[in-house]
């Protein structure tokens, strides 16, 4: 039986961006990607193992119930050891099935929001069992948080 992967969660762009440079940590795990099918993540994950989720997310009912109806297909599938993501609205719906289904989650937040938390980072608070920061000062809002420092 192979080992179950690590779930990497989030949208294109800079949280894309982010979670790639933890190269040094997945690069020798099982894993399987969820973003946005854009130009750049197609580019980024070519040869890795991807399920394009709906964009936009933001205040998008209806990619919302898409992307929980993909988490629920995905988590059931590939059973995954735990769930990481740098945001954003994409990982919600993971995180809370995930929570569920007693996987771990892992919260980064992402680097350049250092004096208030991101939306992405409040919703998915409750469902989320390690917060890790960028920055110290993040800690403020995310008290338990463990600060990692910057990923870029």
Excluded at 46 to 59: C, K, L, M, N, S
Excluded at 73 to 97: H, M, Q
């Amino acid at each position: 039986m192979s080992p179950r992967p690590v779930l990497l969660v989030a949208s294109s762009g800079g949280h894309l961006t982010q979670l790639c440079s933890l190269r040094p940590w997945w690069r020798d795990r099982e894993r399987v990607w969820v973003t946005f099918r854009t130009p750049d993540a197609e580019s980024v994950l070519d040869g890795e193992r991807v399920r394009w989720a709906f964009h936009p997310t933001t205040r998008h009912a209806g990619n919302l119930v898409r992307n929980t109806w993909l988490a629920v297909r995905v988590l059931r599938e590939r059973r995954p050891s735990a769930v990481v993501t740098t945001g954003a609205g994409v990982a919600l719906p993971f995180f809370v099935l995930a929570w569920l289904l007693r996987i771990p989650t892992v919260y980064i937040e992402v680097y350049d929001r250092i004096d208030t938390p991101t939306l992405t980072a409040r919703l998915c608070r409750p469902f989320t069992r390690l917060f890790l920061a960028q920055w110290e000062e993040q800690r403020a809002f995310m008290p338990t948080a463990i600060t990692v420092g910057p990923l870029l």
